[in-house]
């Protein structure tokens, strides 16, 4: 079965700082995506930033970018220039690619707080 | 379109008691999970379904929740009867998998169980 683990509950960062969120993962496949969701207070769940497993090149959007890293299984978030918006739990999540019968499991979470 | 739509927002009921929550997804999605979340345990999958049949409902906490996807564009989850430890946020999410696979969630119903 497929596990991802965020090893750190809570982290906190000054505003227009960087800080990277940690994720690894426990999987025998060879094809699947990896997601980063953000949780903010109003609950809805939002799509950070999504890596295919088979692209060598790190995923990037706006701010966000990720380091993934396939043999050691670990996929991590970078959020540069942090903004108090950017407040929210994250959460890391994995699906694989098995023709119908795709499987989308998270990580616990960790909480980050930008402190102005 | 106007997303993942999950009624209702939030439910109080008491012990004992059936609860049925639904979820409406993305037109034209062939994926549709249930999750539930809570503080201690974080987002847990219950079931999903690919083109409306059950494929996973190994994290179904019990005999108690059941859920059925009658039609691409209707799910419900149901637990009865209802205890106080499922008082929790249950999220629906959907997804057409393929290229640029991405799930959508919906709102969540807030479960509160006195």
């Known amino acids: 079965a497929q596990t991802v683990t965020q090893s750190q509950p809570e982290m906190s960062v000054q505003e227009a700082e960087t800080v990277t969120l940690s994720c690894t993962y426990d999987?025998?496949?060879?094809?699947?995506?990896l997601f980063w969701y953000k949780q903010p207070p109003s609950r809805q769940m939002i799509l950070v930033i999504r890596?295919?497993?088979?692209?060598?090149q790190n995923a990037t959007e706006n701010r966000f970018s990720v380091n993934f890293q396939k043999a050691a299984k670990s996929f991590s978030l970078k959020i540069s220039d942090s903004q108090l918006g950017d407040t929210a739990m994250y959460f890391c999540?994995?699906?694989?690619?098995?023709?119908?019968?795709?499987?989308?499991?998270f990580g616990k979470g960790t909480k980050l707080t930008v402190n102005p | 379109d106007a997303g993942v739509i999950q009624s209702p927002r939030h439910e109080v009921t008491e012990m004992g008691q059936e609860v049925t929550l639904r979820c409406k997804p993305i037109?034209?999605?062939?994926?549709l999970f249930w999750y539930r979340q809570t503080m201690m345990r974080g987002l847990e999958l219950l079931i999903y379904?690919?083109?409306?049949?059950?494929?996973?409902d190994s994290g179904m906490p019990e005999d108690r929740f059941s859920a059925k996807m009658p039609n691409a564009s209707f799910s419900t989850l149901k637990i009865q009867p209802s205890e106080p430890r499922d008082s929790a946020v249950y999220f629906c999410?959907?997804?057409?998998?393929?290229?640029?696979?991405?799930?959508?969630f919906g709102q969540g119903t807030r479960l509160t169980v006195v």
């Open positions: 037109s034209g999605h062939n994926s």
């Open positions: 379904f690919n083109n409306n049949v059950p494929i996973d």
């Open positions: 999540a994995f699906m694989k690619l098995q023709g119908g019968s795709e499987k989308l499991v």
């Open positions: 890596q295919e497993a088979y692209k060598q």
């Open positions: 999987t025998s496949e060879s094809n699947y995506y």
């Open positions: 999410a959907s997804t057409l998998t393929g290229l640029n696979t991405e799930a959508f």
